[in-house]
């Protein structure tokens, strides 16, 4: 059974860096065998798709609001992937989510979630 475990959430000053890890496992599962993506659901707000990065190791940004200050990157040994995060915001607050989607168009396999709050 495959799972995805994120970690790294807490709660930080405006202006300040995380770093947040989702960590894969299950049967055969790898992550570069899959497009793996970060989403987020800030309070009252729909699900926001942030960044992905496929299998070739190629990133590609959804949310203007993240372009130039989160990246994702990836350790295939460990069978994570990462959601650097700079220069945060209070805007930034919300849970935050990893996925992965085989190709077939729809992220099947989803985490928990992490929970960031950007404090002013």
């Known amino acids: 059974q495959v799972q995805l475990v994120e970690s790294g959430g807490e709660l930080v000053q405006a202006g300040s860096s995380l770093r947040l890890s989702c960590a894969a496992s299950g049967g055969t599962f790898a992550i570069t065998d899959y497009r793996m993506a970060w989403f987020r659901r800030a309070p009252g707000k729909e699900r926001e798709y942030l960044i992905s990065?496929?299998?070739?190791?190629?990133?590609?940004y959804y949310s203007d609001s993240v372009k130039g200050r989160f990246t994702i990157s990836r350790d295939n040994a460990k069978n994570t992937v990462y959601l650097q995060m700079n220069s945060l915001k209070p805007e930034d607050t919300a849970i935050y989510y990893c996925?992965?989607?085989?190709?077939?168009?729809?992220?099947?396999?989803w985490g928990q979630g992490t929970q960031v709050t950007v404090s002013s």
């Open positions: 990065i496929g299998g070739n190791g190629a990133t590609t």
């Open positions: 996925a992965a989607n085989d190709g077939s168009g729809s992220y099947d396999y």
